[in-house]
């Protein structure tokens, strides 16, 4: 039997059918946390019967929203920062905002926090450290160097990574990932994105979670047995034990 890993960031759009997505998954050895964002990720990630983060991401900044802490739900998220598209200081100014009354919520409920960062490290190492979260969280889909890494690893951040490293233009990602200590390392699908070589081009799915931690595992020397095993214990100790399952 393969060991068990953890899909720690997967989104269900509504043409997902989430059941059989976790059913295959099960089948595979892979348990999964559904994540939120957005009004329709929130209703999805809930419906699942996964263990679930709900949450608004930067798109929703300036939009009304409302936290409610459900059952089966274990984290905030995904929230956090993006300037991809553009900064402007009214976009930070909206997008700090946004996050305060978000993390002010995580703190409320004693909850970690699911963050997003793109294009924004100055942004999000700075609203991180004011916010000073007792439970901290992890950043997703990692793809920063390892001086950020060393940072965000400072205030008590874990760090995941996605299928990106196992792409052929990510040799800078792929030394932060041998740089992260391994009891502070989780790994995500961000399914329907990024798929992991040698699945790259389809939708991707939790199952295919289990080509990164093959990826990592050996691009850290490490049997898949033991990489598993910690990545397991690191999701317990940043989510909790209603993360992992049984």
């Known amino acids: 039997m393969f060991p068990w890993l953890i899909d720690t960031h997967c989104h269900f759009d509504p043409e997902d059918e989430a059941s059989k997505l976790l059913k295959d998954a099960h089948e595979c050895a892979v348990r999964v946390i559904a994540v939120g964002g957005n009004e329709v990720n929130n209703q999805t990630a809930m419906q699942s019967g996964a263990p679930f983060a709900w949450g608004y991401d930067w798109s929703c900044a300036g939009c009304a929203v409302t936290l409610t ?29 946004h996050f305060a009354r978000q993390a002010a919520f995580a703190r409320c409920e004693a909850l970690p926090v699911i963050i997003h960062t793109r294009e924004a490290d100055e942004v999000t190492v700075s609203a991180l450290h004011e916010a000073d979260l007792p439970k901290a969280g992890v950043i997703h889909s990692f793809t920063g160097d390892c001086a950020l890494a060393r940072r965000l690893l400072d205030l008590g951040y874990f760090i995941s990574f996605s299928g990106i490293v196992t792409f ?33 081009g389809k939708r991707n799915r939790p199952a295919y979670v289990r080509h990164t931690a093959d990826f990592l595992a050996a691009l850290r020397g490490m049997t898949l047995e033991t990489f598993a095993q910690q990545t397991l214990e690191n999701t317990r100790h940043c989510f909790g034990a209603d993360a992992v399952g049984g």
């Open 168 to 200: 052929r233009n990510a040799d800078l990602l792929r030394e932060t990932a041998k740089y992260v200590p391994m009891d502070r390392l989780l790994i995500e699908t961000d399914a329907p994105y990024l798929a992991p070589v040698p699945m790259r």
């Open 69 to 97: 802490r459900l059952p089966g739900m274990i984290a905030v998220g995904e929230l956090g920062f993006d300037f991809h598209r553009g900064y402007s200081p009214e976009a930070e100014q909206g997008q700090r905002e």
